[in-house]
């Protein structure tokens, strides 16, 4: 299932198919400013990136989900379709091997705080792209 909450220039996607952790991430980025979209897998993930990537400012994802494609996949694509979209992707079991991440997309390891988050957040988003509270 696909919520959306609303959509703005300074929208996150987070996908996680844990609900529990996937809220936690909404309230954390909510917490920084954003609006949220998420969804539980990355066909689902997708399908909201094709109607909101105009809107959507950062991607927040698990690596490890059902179906055919797990984060890595999705952040590969959303960097060729929708290169202005900042992309994180964090997992607790698996760490990024060569070619698994394009350039540009920052990897966070499982279990992390908000402080780190939006610290990562200040370092890779350009600055028009951020809500006023990570702004420096």
Do not use: N
């Not at 996937?22 to 400013?33: C, S, Y």
């Amino acid at each position: 299932m696909t919520d959306v909450h609303d959509a703005s220039p300074l929208t996150a996607l987070v996908v996680d198919d844990d609900a529990m952790l996937r809220m936690d991430v909404v309230a954390m980025l909510e917490d920084a400013g954003f609006l949220t979209l998420d969804a539980e897998d990355v066909d689902s993930a997708l399908s909201v990136l094709g109607r909101h990537h105009a809107t959507i400012a950062l991607l927040f994802s698990d690596v490890d989900m059902p179906g055919t494609r797990d984060g890595f996949g999705l952040a590969r694509e959303v960097a060729a379709r929708w290169p202005g979209i900042t992309v994180v992707i964090a997992s607790g079991r698996r760490r990024p091997g060569p070619g698994d991440l394009p350039d540009g997309v920052c990897f966070i390891a499982k279990p992390f705080s908000a402080e780190l988050v939006h610290g990562h957040l200040r370092e890779i988003m350009p600055e028009h792209r951020r809500p006023a509270k990570l702004k420096d």
